[in-house]
């Protein structure tokens, strides 16, 4: 039972290059997201998938897609990536939550490193 | 609008003695969740308890403990006996109903030294 695993570990990429982190859970929870962690930031969430087929933005969602492929996957993309998206990132999954409940436990990945110069 | 505040930024203590962490929370809602969450320097996110805010009742798990207080909006957590391996930076997030049910607003952390 591997959890919530991330690839890939680092990335270092150029202004205005494109790439997609992958992430994908065995813990067969409906819902994922993506946090962005800068230093001194804690983490800020940057889009969700309360289940499968649907995605919402969070808190810092612009110069980010995200693509909930199936129930286990869910894919953040950077089109055009900018010195600003340098950080780590960490993937997280959690049980459905329940009507009129605040969401369950998240459980997350190891986290990405992306650096952009 | 809901937030989080871990004042202290940075602790130190020689092992073995106790160390508090302190989270002050804000909501509007009357339903909502609490967690502590470990960051060691490996990386990863360890969670470490979930409270919900109509369970006031302090828990113990080993050397750990939290001290939940609704009236003063705090969700303390408790080192007893400090080891080396606690060295870590440490969150408290909330996640609540006016978030959209989905959001964990965290704390910006705090780092936590243990010195042997």
């Known amino acids: 039972n591997a959890g919530v695993t991330q690839t890939p570990k680092f990335q270092v990429l150029k202004t205005g290059q494109s790439m997609t982190l992958q992430c994908a859970q065995d813990?067969?929870?409906?819902?994922m997201y993506w946090y962005r962690q800068d230093p001194g930031m804690g983490l800020r969430l940057i889009y969700y998938?309360?289940?499968?087929?649907?995605?919402d933005k969070g808190e810092v969602p612009n110069g980010y897609n995200v693509s909930r492929l199936n129930k286990r996957e869910f894919s953040l993309r950077l089109e055009s990536a900018a010195p600003s998206q340098t950080s780590v990132y960490f993937c997280?999954?959690?049980?459905?939550?329940?009507?009129?409940?605040?969401?369950?436990?998240?459980?997350f990945g190891p986290g990405t490193r992306l650096t952009v110069l | 609008a809901q937030k989080v505040t871990q004042a202290q930024t940075e602790i130190s203590v020689v092992e073995k003695e106790d160390v508090t962490l302190d989270c002050v929370y804000e909501?509007?809602?009357?339903?909502?969740?609490l967690f502590w969450y470990k960051q060691p320097p490996s990386g990863e996110l360890v969670f470490l308890i979930r409270?919900?805010?109509?369970?006031?009742q302090n828990e113990i798990s080993g050397r750990y403990s939290w001290n939940f207080q609704k009236s003063t909006s705090s969700f303390n957590f408790t080192i007893t006996a400090s080891q080396v391996v606690d060295s870590a930076v440490y969150f408290c997030?909330?996640?609540?109903?006016?978030?959209?049910?989905?959001?964990?607003?965290f704390g910006k952390g705090t780092k936590l030294s243990v010195i042997p």
């Open positions: 409270r919900n805010s109509f369970d006031e």
């Open positions: 813990m067969n929870h409906n819902s």
């Open positions: 909501t509007r809602d009357t339903t909502y969740y």
């Open positions: 997280a999954s959690s049980e459905l939550p329940r009507h009129g409940l605040a969401a369950d436990t998240q459980y």
């Open positions: 998938s309360a289940s499968e087929g649907t995605t």
């Open positions: 997030a909330l996640s609540d109903l006016g978030a959209g049910s989905y959001q964990l607003t």
